[in-house]
């Protein structure tokens, strides 16, 4: 199964043009898809610069479609949650990402079923987080991909989240609500150092 088109119809496309002439670019096809990808592994993400949109599962396909005779690239993300405030930033990222290495035309194509998992976020990147001050969601929380989901990081953490700095299990709420919504804040007993813990959704 795909889960992209089998949920063709939950999409909505960002409509974005590269502002630069046409016949500059290198256009979409099979031969220039490997440069699309590198170009947009490259990306980060706006607000955890240490990781990139492809890493944390943003990301989810670059394709080639074709329409009445015309190429474009086909740029598949799923929001990490629907009214991420990043997403437009992320979408913007792209755009430019895309212009510099003269790719395109393209299209962004936003995937909002299945939805976004912490599941899907890289164990490498979780590596990145946890480096970066920030304790990786834990725990398997998939679900089949067709099932309807709620997204609970609304619910209240629970305390001993492992500190991304010492690794200690003492630790406690500070609040549900971390820099972000997707975040909690936690304080570690251990070495007193405050972090944010990625809520596991
Ligand atoms: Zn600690």
Redesign the pocket.
């Known amino acids: 199964m795909n889960p992209f088109t089998d949920f063709a119809d939950k999409t909505m496309t960002l409509p974005l043009t590269p502002p630069v002439a046409p016949d500059v670019l290198t256009p979409a096809s099979e031969a220039s898809l490997p440069l699309a990808w590198r170009t947009l592994e490259s990306v980060p993400d706006p607000e955890i610069p240490v990781v990139s949109i492809r890493e944390l599962g943003i990301l989810r396909d670059v394709r080639v479609l074709t329409r009445d005779g015309a190429a474009a690239f086909e740029i598949v993300i799923t929001p990490t949650y629907s009214g991420c405030p990043a997403m437009q930033q992320i979408a913007q990222d792209i755009g430019a990402a895309m212009t510099r290495a003269g790719l395109g035309p393209w299209h962004i194509t936003t995937v909002l079923a299945p939805a976004w998992t912490t599941d899907w976020i890289s164990p490498e990147a979780r590596e990145k987080l946890r480096r970066y001050g920030i304790a990786p969601p834990t725990g398997a929380h998939a679900v089949a991909a067709d099932a309807p989901r709620k997204i609970t990081f609304y619910g209240c953490p629970k305390d001993g989240v492992p500190?991304p700095?010492?690794?200690?299990t003492e630790?406690e709420v500070v609040s549900a609500f971390g820099s972000t919504a997707c975040k909690a804040h936690y304080r570690?007993r251990?070495?007193?150092?405050p972090f944010d813990y990625f809520k596991p959704y």
Do not use: Q, V
Request: aromatic residues 0%.
């Open positions: 500190c700095h010492c690794g200690s630790t570690c251990t070495c007193r150092e």
